[in-house]
């Protein structure tokens, strides 16, 4: 298996081949994230691509701070908040710091990726990227030029969204 500093080597010299085992390489899991945050198959498709055009382009500019994977996760999620034109509520009501218990709503997973995907935009691309990505609010507020209430606020709503969706009735 080619190591990370040979695909960047290989990728900043144009191999085509080096190329492909990049995009191989992280395509399913960047697409995954796409599609979470988009909701819609043709977006992500579309998010991918341009994410994966930007990387190319951009990839002499990667200092190695973080993984290459991680770098490119974070073109894939502003280029999904874009593609949908994410709008984050600034008026929610404050977080209350109310307690879901999650242990208490059985669940299969199809379900609840289907919930997911039902959320309002905000709360959706909220969601994934502090429950699903494991950003903190301080990065989310960040990465969306949001507050940090307002990220927790949006993650509040989003759970409490899906749990209203996710209870039996």
Sequence with gaps: MTSEAELISGCLL?????QRQLYDRYKKAMYTLAYRITGDFD???????????????????F???????????????????????????Q?????????????????????????????PDGFRTIFVLAQVEGYT????????????????SQLFHAKRKLRSMLLPK
């Design 14 to 18: 144009h191999d085509r081949i080096a």
């Design 91 to 119: 008026d929610l009501d404050e977080y209350t710091g109310e307690i879901i218990d999650w242990n208490e709503i059985e669940i299969n997973t199809a379900h609840l990726e289907t919930a997911v995907l039902s959320l």
């Design 137 to 152: 609010h301080k990065e989310i507020a960040v990465m969306l030029s949001i507050s940090e209430g307002t990220s927790k």
């Design 63 to 89: 200092r190695g701070d973080s993984a290459l994977g991680a770098w490119i996760k974070q073109i894939v999620i502003r280029k999904s908040t874009k593609k949908k034109r994410i709008v984050v509520w």
């Design 43 to 61: 977006d992500a498709n579309d998010v991918l691509q341009d994410a994966f055009m930007d990387v190319f382009k951009h990839l002499s500019q």
